[in-house]
């Protein structure tokens, strides 16, 4: 299968070649020159097996030059029982309707752990196939989750190097920690004065500026990235859609065949484009709800076609969907409206910080997708509600996630199985989700852990555990105009 740039460039790459890339030389995304078809024989025959086995299974279908036994070997490694526990993505049950995605078991409480548990291995692979000598230094831009997912999955991986910036205050205390504590010998990490947005264009600055390529290839050095515009990100976030679907078939919660509809707490628009993905391959799925928090682009994209980043940002509490740019909506309208618009399109953006795509491609947006938003005040009472009602305990990601579900179906009144994606530990953002369903909460982050612990009796998740006691590696904040010399110096070092 070959695979293309969303902007048009046409020089047709393996999939080796375009997850060792990761972005294209026209400054757009790749993505496969088809969809696979997920027919109703395979996905009954995906319905018995494990977790890795259906990863393969989906993977061998994209990865076609990875060969079916190299994806097997690699999934089983990435999801091992040790990383993830007895089901890399648990679905839970909660009334006839709702039903919760879990995608937080890897090893950083996150869902970013999905797909960067395995891309690594699959870059590792496609240095490999590709016969590449250099070393792979990747870079990577984080609003929090991101930057300690891919610290975690590329550490002592050979032939790699990760560097990860993250905005200086646009982090948790547990996320920085988590991030500044991290091991290995080919890791660094770095704050930046700015926000999310500042850090990622840096990062994208880094990627275009071909005098800096020259410079580091004199040093046998190559960059691609972890962030969700590498298709060796996306492509392992498709399995979990079609994973849960067979989930709900083995449990009776679903006839096979039933039509299934996803709701996405969205920030960079990876987890819900996957999902998308999977209904056009064949998975039934019905609407696919796009959840939002204060900063509410997508919710007024789905409803007007127009993109506008030039409004306020905001700092809310899911840090992880403060995002006024989300990357991977450039593959989205690249698959429904093809890459002249979508070349166009990134172009204004990038110009004058909007676009509007055309009635007929907002018309097929709005009859696959629907936007809602939530504040940060319903976040609280989300969590409490459904502390309260289901004994579900919700981080502040997902409970804007739920709360949009729930706008949805009264809205609607559609009776259709609802399935929310849920993308972090309620430990990963502890402060927010204890003021939530307590009255007091400790001033520290730390204690607020345990404070959460001990009202909820729910435990801790064991590497979030033993945080406090380690003791920081990575302190510097740096301007983002440092950025380049920053890399440069790490890669020397
Ligand atoms: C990354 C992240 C999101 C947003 O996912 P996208 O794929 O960027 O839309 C939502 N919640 C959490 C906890 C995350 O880490």
């Known amino acids: 299968m070959k695979y293309f740039s969303t902007r048009g460039d046409r020089s047709g790459l393996t999939a080796a070649e375009a997850i060792k890339r990761g972005i294209a030389p026209d400054g757009g995304l790749y993505m496969p020159e088809s969809l696979p078809e997920i027919s109703r024989e395979f996905l009954q025959s995906l319905c018995p097996m494990s977790y890795a086995e259906r990863a393969a299974?989906?993977?061998?279908?994209?990865?076609?030059?990875?060969?079916?036994?190299?994806?097997?070997?690699?999934?089983?490694?990435?999801?091992?029982?040790?990383?993830?526990?007895?089901?890399?993505?648990?679905?839970?049950?909660?009334?006839?309707?709702?039903?919760?995605?879990?995608?937080?078991h890897g090893p950083t409480s996150a869902f970013k752990d999905m797909a960067l548990q395995i891309m690594p291995l699959l870059l590792s692979k496609a240095l490999e196939l590709t016969h590449e000598t250099n070393t792979v230094c990747i870079l990577v831009a984080t609003s929090g989750d991101t930057g300690k997912a891919a610290l975690e999955g590329y550490k002592n991986v050979d032939h790699t190097k990760i560097i990860v910036f993250y905005p200086e205050n646009g982090v948790s205390n547990v996320q920085k920690r988590q991030m500044q504590t991290q091991e290995g010998d080919n890791v660094a990490v770095t704050a930046i004065r700015g926000n999310f947005d500042d850090a990622q264009n840096g990062v994208k600055r880094i990627f275009a500026d071909s005098a800096f390529r020259e410079k580091l290839a004199k040093e046998n050095v190559i960059l691609s990235s972890a962030n969700s515009i590498n298709w060796g990100r996306l492509v392992p976030q498709i399995v979990y859609y079609i994973s849960a679907y067979c989930d709900l078939v083995n449990a009776g919660r679903l006839t096979f065949g039933d039509t299934l509809n996803i709701c996405v707490p969205t920030g960079n628009f990876g987890n819900i484009f996957a999902a998308y993905l999977a209904k056009r391959m064949g998975l039934p799925l019905g609407k696919l709800v796009c959840?939002?928090?204060?900063n509410n682009i997508l919710t007024d994209f789905f409803n007007t076609g127009v993109y506008d980043r030039n409004r306020a940002f905001h700092l809310s509490m899911s840090p992880s969907m403060d995002i006024l740019i989300s990357s991977n909506l450039e593959r989205l309208l690249y698959v429904v409206a093809g890459s002249e618009k979508?070349?166009?399109?990134?172009?204004?953006?990038?110009?004058?910080?909007?676009?509007?795509?055309?009635?007929?491609?907002?018309?097929?947006?709005q009859t696959e997708f629907c936007g809602y938003y939530c504040n940060e005040t319903d976040t609280q009472k989300t969590i409490r509600h459904y502390f309260d009602t289901y004994h579900y305990l919700a981080d502040t990601h997902t409970a804007v996630g739920l709360y949009c579900a729930d706008r949805y179906l009264a809205d609607t009144g559609d009776t259709t199985a609802m399935l929310t994606a849920s993308t972090a530990s309620p430990y990963k953002f502890a402060s927010n989700v204890l003021r939530s369903v307590s009255e007091t909460c400790p001033e520290d982050e730390f204690d607020a852990l345990d404070a959460l612990s001990q009202t909820t009796k729910t435990d801790i998740p064991a590497p979030l555990a033993c945080l406090r006691t380690k003791e920081p590696r990575f302190t510097g904040v740096i301007d983002k105009e440092e950025m380049e010399d920053r890399v440069y110096g790490f890669i020397r070092q």
Not at 291 to 294: C, D, E, G, L, R
Not at 344 to 352: R, S
């Open 57 to 104: 299974s989906v993977l061998a279908m994209f990865l076609d030059d990875y060969g079916y036994d190299t994806l097997l070997e690699l999934c089983k490694k990435a999801y091992a029982k040790t990383s993830f526990g007895d089901h890399a993505a648990p679905v839970v049950e909660l009334d006839g309707i709702r039903n919760v995605l879990e995608l937080w």
């Open 291 to 294: 959840a939002s928090n204060q």
């Open 342 to 365: 979508t070349a166009i399109w990134m172009k204004q953006l990038n110009e004058t910080g909007r676009y509007e795509v055309d009635a007929e491609t907002l018309n097929i947006l």
